[in-house]
């Protein structure tokens, strides 16, 4: 089995930045992606951005202001120049091959409020 655990989130006024982290845990034996989605209340699950090895993508609406890096098995989402519309519930995910299947895995998501 593998857990992701997220943890950064909160509440921020608009124009400051905020910074999550998600570490897998685990019978891992390879993480292919890992990624942030995130959930605002009424909406789909959206992706917000990813990153493979080295290949990063972004959603259009976050491009130029949130990065996206990996170290081993945590995955961080720096997050500038925020916006009321970026509050929303953000989820890691994860791409993970255990010693029994490959498969997807999310963390209990973390809550991001924007306002002033």
């Known amino acids: 089995q593998v857990q992701l655990v997220e943890s950064g989130g909160g509440l921020v006024q608009p124009g400051e930045s905020l910074t999550l982290s998600c570490t897998a845990s685990g019978s891992i034996s390879v993480i292919y992606t890992m990624a942030w989605y995130r959930q605002a209340p009424g909406k789909q699950r959206d992706l917000v951005a990813r990153?493979?090895?080295?290949d990063t993508g972004y959603a259009d609406s976050v491009k130029g202001r949130f990065i996206i890096s990996r170290d081993k098995n945590t995955v961080s989402l720096q997050m500038n120049s925020l916006k009321p519309e970026d509050t929303a519930v953000y989820y890691c995910h994860a791409y993970v091959s255990t010693p029994m299947v490959t498969t997807n895995y999310w963390g209990q998501g973390t809550q991001v409020t924007v306002s002033s």
């Open positions: 990153i493979a090895s080295d």
